[in-house]
């Protein structure tokens, strides 16, 4: 039994041949490497957590708030007092994390026999996601410099008519923030096309340097923005994701939504941590300067950088990426490989994990150059 293989199984064709996403996890001492947010939550929400959920747990003799109602409002006070446009909870859905968003999203406007559009390289669990539910796939055009190439994409969008166009900003795993007239353009590409969605994922809008796209809902039902608590909320293992778009959006992703899908424990969670926002993003003004400081130092020692918007940042470039990869990893700092042809990323941490990194690429570029 031992020699059958996946593809030895009778799953769908489209999946044979994959790899499921996922990013290698070493006992080393510094790892910068998932995009985490390094510092843990402050006590007083800990304590919070623990007395919501304590309150949570005398009712888990019953099925949690299939709606979520509570969750969903507070979600939209912070969206509507950090995005500068108000939204109210028919606007706001949310997940077991934005990929779960996504997945609902596809399930809901792709399928078999529709398509999806993403800009690549990109967030990869689009793509995969996409071929999970059935959904066709396209790799659209970037730049060189990792923009979006609007008149590339836009002709792409023409000519293939997707059924879900994504939009990441800032773009992982480059790091790179997509103005508001890229967006309207692509929008408006997709919509000449036919009706159909266009997402605009935003997991680390809360480290750029420029203001979120979500006020461009504003008038365009078929516009939705994705967002997590995993990275500014230092809440990676919540996993609690949302979305912000037409009500009629909210409506259609609970046609495929699983019953009771969200945890009474994970809204209780959640909800304490809406509490503490300002702590909270107070971490991420710290990250953000941090993230600045590797982009200059790097800078500095001569490695080309990708500018910024997120808490990782592209450098490189590199003829044997996956060489260096290692031999940083030797110096015991865990940064990611993400296929990009010479380029690595490495996650904001803490300024002494920074410290560690900035020492090994030091070294190395040392050695590099002799």
């Known amino acids: 039994m031992n020699d059958i293989r996946i593809d030895d199984l009778p799953i769908r064709d489209e999946l044979k041949g994959k790899s499921p996403y996922g990013a290698p996890q070493l006992d080393v001492p510094v790892r910068l490497n998932t995009n985490e947010n390094p510092y843990p939550l402050p006590e007083p929400l800990v304590q919070r957590i623990a007395e919501r959920v304590t309150e949570a ?35 706001v859905w949310a997940a077991n994390g934005s990929n779960e968003v996504i997945q609902q999203l596809l399930q809901t406007f792709g399928g078999p026999g529709r398509m999806a559009i993403g800009f690549e390289p990109s967030y990869s669990m689009h793509g995969l996601i996409a071929r999970g539910t059935g959904t066709g796939w396209i790799s659209g055009p970037r730049n060189e410099d990792f923009t979006i190439d609007v008149e590339a994409a836009t002709k792409a969008i023409a000519e293939q008519a997707p059924d879900v166009t994504f939009i990441t900003s800032p773009n992982n795993p480059t790091g790179t923030a997509v103005e508001a007239e890229t ?33 461009l809902i504003e008038g365009r039902p078929n516009l939705v923005v994705s967002r997590t608590m995993s990275k500014a909320f230092g ?35 959640a909800l304490a941590a809406l509490e503490h926002t300002d702590t909270l993003l107070a971490y991420v003004e710290q990250l953000k300067q941090e993230r600045d400081r590797l982009v200059g130092r790097l800078r500095g020692l001569g490695y080309e950088v990708t500018p910024s918007d997120a808490n990782f940042v592209q450098f490189g470039r590199f003829d044997d990426t996956h060489g260096v990869w290692q031999k940083i990893l030797d110096r015991g700092v865990l940064v990611r490989d993400n296929g990009v042809p010479g380029w690595l990323r490495v996650t904001a941490g803490t300024p002494e994990e920074n410290d560690a990194f900035l020492d090994a690429v030091t070294e190395l570029k040392k050695e590099l150059d002799a």
């Open 235 to 269: 809440a990676a293992g919540l996993r609690l994701g949302y979305l912000a778009a037409h009500p009629a959006v909210v409506d259609a992703v609970q046609l495929v939504r699983l019953p009771y899908h969200l945890s009474a424990v994970t809204q209780a969670t």
């Open 57 to 91: 747990a005398r009712g888990l003799n019953r099925y949690p708030d299939r709606d979520a109602v509570e969750l969903r409002t507070e979600l939209a006070r912070y969206l509507t007092k950090t995005a500068g446009h108000r939204v109210g909870v028919e606007n």
């Open 183 to 215: 967006v309207l353009a692509l929008y408006e590409a997709a919509q000449a096309a036919k009706p159909s969605l266009v997402v605009v994922d935003e997991a680390y809008i809360e480290f750029s340097h420029g203001a979120s796209l979500l006020p």
